[in-house]
């Protein structure tokens, strides 16, 4: 890693989330409150003009952090800095100023435009300094014309675009205040395969025009294989295995990584049945001791139950959790046939 | 505007006819000055000879006066304009009032949650165990006992419109308060957010347009009942004060003559009071009904 | 047997025009065969499934189509003979497993509900039969979980209950609305090898409804792609996947992201979208969109020919034999 101070770096990254108790039960019981430990201990880092992957399931915390990112929920505890400067100020809560500095793409096209609203007003919203009323059009049109709209489409409202034409205005409305971070929580995965596409290109092309740095959030492990740089696969809040992309889907260390890529069907090869991962998700609510993916995985061991792995360098940059998978000449290099 | 075109696509005829009689109303209502035969404020074009006349269609009414006099020689049909120009006054400004502090104290509850919603809700829960009747005459009887005559008389309009704001606000901010729950979880709410967006214009400027439509309708609805609520008040003698007459009062005079088989002082006040809120009631259900089946129409 | 649909035609009525939604979908599917039907949203695949267990409800309607089910012919466009085909004959497994169970309900007793719906059973034996289908369905501690409710099992256990509850009365054709598209990779997986499994020992005709073309990959013997409410291409699945002759399927393939992909290219996307229904433009439906296009392709629809066990409607089909790489 460069000496230089890293564009994006997320330090014990933490959110627990308390769930609500009435109010008698407060005072009076001794039992403490049970915690959904959404992210735990989350360090990361993105160079400038970088994309990284979060990839998991649904539980794993991935939204939470990019919600983290963007100033939508407060740390428990760790730290987002951007180009060195800390985003959390007093009782951890992001001042107004540092506000807006990284933006967010929203998964559902159909509910993160305002209805009621023109476009022109809505790709413009971020505008910190009022413009007079031309100089507001021009931007808009200037923002259209980058996610691939014409102007025609400035007075018109969501409801006339299709989802994929929304989630470019979601685009271009991120972009308005030229952020120099967006995060994009699963953008493609309310959309149709052949729009997805459109909008996958669109969001690589803005980003090597612009130089945008991206946090890519998905479940689905194709489309973050195409869109990114580096890739952080996270199960119950924690972050499992972190590498550089091309490492991570040719030669994934942590048993849960390979098992993901060994549930993603593969449409060139039809008829190859799953290998399933057996169980389900734990609830947040009450992770396993120790490692917590040890009820589900192949290679645990007794120390899995008990003492929970930390991320280690195991080489060719790719930092894992795990006791059993320690250097990565012990990963086996994944069959042949998930990598095409 | 989107809001409006939105209410009507849909509706049924019967909505259309209410909407124009509510208009009608409001016309009437509003020119009364004008389209009134006898300025009935004005003590000195009464006569006594004109007292307790039948309406002009029997054989001792007058022309002059078409649905009759009271016992004081007002005209019947000036009174009932002029009535319903007070009584629509207040139904009107007693709705626009409870949705003011309905609809804020609903966004404002449903947006920062926490102490301030349950505060909020506990207060609107404990206004419903009153009855709107009970509370405006509660309010009505402190303002008479606490201020002076002449004082009471000049606020007398404004304290029953808040005393049936009052009673009213609750459905409002309960509205409200649904719909902002719902918005708050969307996109465009947290964009707006994440760009740092003061709360006041993302409550105003993007919640309120989009959680509009139930409260149109509760709106509706809440002036009819604003309106008979004022009505019972007078009709109480807890309302308006006397000097000018709504058509509650007009039917509270009116009422005392019915033993004595004067019935058009107490029929046309009714059913013009009647007629207006029953067009108001269909008015509030056929807008309600525009809203739902229109969503429900798209083809999966 | 078989079950065979013939010229499915439904329509939306409005007071101006008569919009129609989805056209002359025919196909057939035999014992223990599972039929994919894909396509993006607009294609009118999930208004078919709908059609077929009469969930249609003005202004949309069936205004024609006939369904073979166990060698009874049913005429769609009648409310009345539709209705006592579901379940019996044809089970459906819906796409929401969070909102597709009575919360109020035990799911044991919704179960045991289906089955004296559809069964000549005693409480008892229908008891005795849930538990039984629990287990078959693979869901954990089948007899304790007969007891709860909903909210208490996760997605992945909820669809599997769906699965069971479509089967119960062990119907030719159980239809499958997009099943595993809100759950999880792995719970997927899960459901996807559970479906295989009962479709070899029960022998059922699956109608697989699903924009996922790596779930039709793995379960699905046949493939119809659908595009602004008619099939243009039918195949068994390995040809489909290998060697599309429509340019839509084949241009829906290649837009799929594939790990071990390039980096640095872009996605092959194709350009604009689906049509709307009643905004069709005119000769095939697809020309716009189409790297292939003439001057025959604007003006003159192409119709859905068969050709061994294939159907196209094409005028310019890829070669055939040619494969994607």
Request: net charge positive; charged share 20%; with cysteine.
């Amino acid at each position: 890693m460069a000496e230089s101070v890293p564009f994006l770096e997320l330090r014990e990254l933490t959110k627990h989330f308390e769930l609500p108790r009435p109010l008698l039960a407060r005072f009076v019981s001794r039992v403490p409150p049970a915690t959904v430990r959404a992210v735990e201990g989350v360090s990361l880092t993105l160079g400038a003009g970088e994309t990284l992957g979060v990839v998991g399931e649904s539980g794993c915390g991935k939204t939470t952090l990019g919600r983290l990112l963007v100033g939508l929920e407060v740390p428990s505890a760790g730290e987002i800095r951007l180009r060195g400067q800390r985003l959390e100020g007093g009782a951890n809560r992001r001042p107004r100023a540092l506000q807006g500095r990284i933006q967010m793409v929203f998964q559902d096209p159909y509910a993160s435009l305002d209805p009621r609203w023109k476009v022109r007003d809505i790709v413009t919203e971020p505008l910190v300094t009022r413009l007079s009323s031309s100089a507001h059009r021009d931007r808009a049109a200037q923002l259209l014309a980058l996610v691939g709209l014409s102007s025609k489409d400035l007075d018109k409202y969501p409801h006339q675009f299709s989802g994929g034409q929304r989630q470019r205005l979601a685009i271009a409305r991120a972009l308005c205040a030229e952020p120099e971070l967006v995060v994009c929580d699963e953008p493609t995965s309310a959309l149709d395969v052949s729009v997805q596409a459109q909008v996958l290109n669109l969001l690589k092309e803005t980003q090597r025009r612009l130089g945008l740095s991206l946090v890519f959030i998905s479940h689905d492990l194709a489309v973050v294989s195409y869109v990114t740089t580096s890739v952080a696969v996270m199960y119950l809040g924690r972050v499992v295995e972190w590498a550089p992309r091309s490492v991570l889907f040719r030669a994934p260390a942590h048993p849960y990584t390979r098992a993901l890529l060994e549930t993603i069907p593969d449409v060139n090869r039809p008829g190859r049945r799953r290998a399933a991962i057996p169980g389900e998700v734990p609830s947040a609510l009450a992770p396993p001791p120790g490692c917590a993916f040890h009820p589900r995985c192949p290679l645990a061991e007794a120390r899995c139950r008990v003492e929970r792995p930390e991320l280690r360098d195991i080489g060719g940059g790719t930092l894992v959790a795990c006791h059993v998978v320690q250097t990565r000449e012990s990963t086996q290099p994944a069959e042949e046939a998930v990598h095409g | 505007m989107r809001l409006s075109l939105g209410l009507l696509e849909g509706t049924r005829r019967g909505t259309h006819v209410a909407l124009l009689v509510i208009a009608a109303y409001v016309l009437l209502a509003a020119f009364a000055r004008w389209v009134a035969p006898q300025p009935v404020q004005d003590l000195r074009s009464l006569d006594l000879m004109n007292a307790s006349l039948p309406p002009f269609w029997n054989a001792e009414g007058n022309r002059a006066f078409l649905l009759g006099t009271d016992e004081q020689g007002r005209d019947v049909l000036s009174g009932v304009l002029f009535g319903l120009r007070l009584s629509m006054g207040v139904g009107f400004a007693a709705v626009a009032l409870a949705m003011l502090i309905g609809v804020t104290a609903g966004l404002v509850s449903g947006y920062r949650g926490g102490w301030l919603d349950a505060f909020l809700m506990r207060a609107a829960d404990a206004q419903l165990t009153f009855p709107a009747i009970l509370v405006a005459m509660l309010i009505d009887g402190v303002a008479r006992s606490v201020l002076p005559r002449s004082v009471h008389e000049t606020l007398g309009v404004p304290v029953v419109i808040g005393a049936i704001a009052l009673a009213q606000w609750v459905p409002f901010a309960r509205a409200a308060r649904v719909g902002t729950l719902v918005e708050r979880e969307k996109g465009y709410v947290q964009a707006a957010q994440v760009m740092a967006r003061p709360w006041g214009i993302i409550l105003f400027g993007h919640v309120l347009p989009n959680v509009l439509g139930p409260i149109v309708v509760i709106a509706t609805v809440g002036l009819g009942n604003a309106i008979l609520t004022e009505a019972t008040l007078s009709f109480l003698g807890v309302g308006i004060p006397p000097t000018s007459p709504s058509l509650g009062t007009l039917v509270r005079n009116g009422s005392a003559y019915l033993p004595s088989g004067a019935w058009w002082m107490v029929v046309f006040p009714g059913l013009a009071l009647a007629g207006l809120v029953l067009a108001v009631n269909v008015a509030g259900d056929g807008l309600r009904d525009g809203l739902d089946p229109k969503q429900r129409g798209a083809v999966s | 047997m078989s079950i065979a649909l013939e010229g499915l035609q439904v329509t939306l009525r409005t007071p101006g025009a008569d919009v129609p939604l989805v056209q002359d979908v025919s196909f057939r599917i035999e014992p223990g065969q599972v039929l994919g039907l894909v396509g993006e949203s607009g294609a009118g695949k999930s208004l078919t499934a709908s059609a077929l267990i009469g969930l249609v409800a003005p202004p949309v309607r069936i205004t024609a189509g006939q369904l073979t089910v166990r060698a009874r012919a049913v005429s769609l466009d009648s409310p009345e003979a539709i209705r006592p085909l579901r379940g019996k004959e044809v089970g459906f497994v819906p796409q929401d497993p969070f909102t597709s169970l009575d919360p109020l309900f035990r799911v044991g007793d919704q179960l045991v509900e289906t089955l004296r719906a559809h069964l000549p059973l005693d409480r008892v034996a229908a008891r005795e039969r849930a538990v039984q289908l629990f287990a078959d369905v693979g869901l954990p501690s089948p007899a304790e979980r007969f007891s709860h409710y909903p909210h208490q099992l996760s997605g992945g256990m909820r669809q599997r209950v769906a699965i069971a509850l479509a089967l119960c009365a062990q119907p030719a054709l159980v239809i499958a609305d997009e099943c595993t598209t809100a759950l999880d990779v792995s719970t997927q997986a899960q459901i996807v090898s559970l479906l295989a499994r009962l479709v070899e020992e029960r022998g059922t005709s699956v109608l697989l409804i699903t924009h996922d073309l790596g779930v039709v990959g793995e379960l699905a013997t046949e493939v119809a792609i659908m595009y602004a409410g008619r099939i243009v291409e039918r195949a068994p699945l390995g040809p489909l996947l290998r060697a599309p002759r429509h340019p839509y399927t084949r241009a829906l393939l290649d837009a799929v992201p594939r790990i071990g992909g390039e980096v640095g290219g872009a996605l092959p996307a194709i350009p604009g979208t689906m049509p709307r229904p009643g905004a069709l433009p005119p000769g095939c439906a697809f020309h716009p969109r189409c790297p292939r296009a003439s001057e025959r392709c604007k003006n003159e629809r192409p119709p859905l020919e068969r050709s061994g066990d294939s159907e196209l409607a094409c005028w310019h089909p890829l070669e055939a034999g040619a494969s994607r790489g």
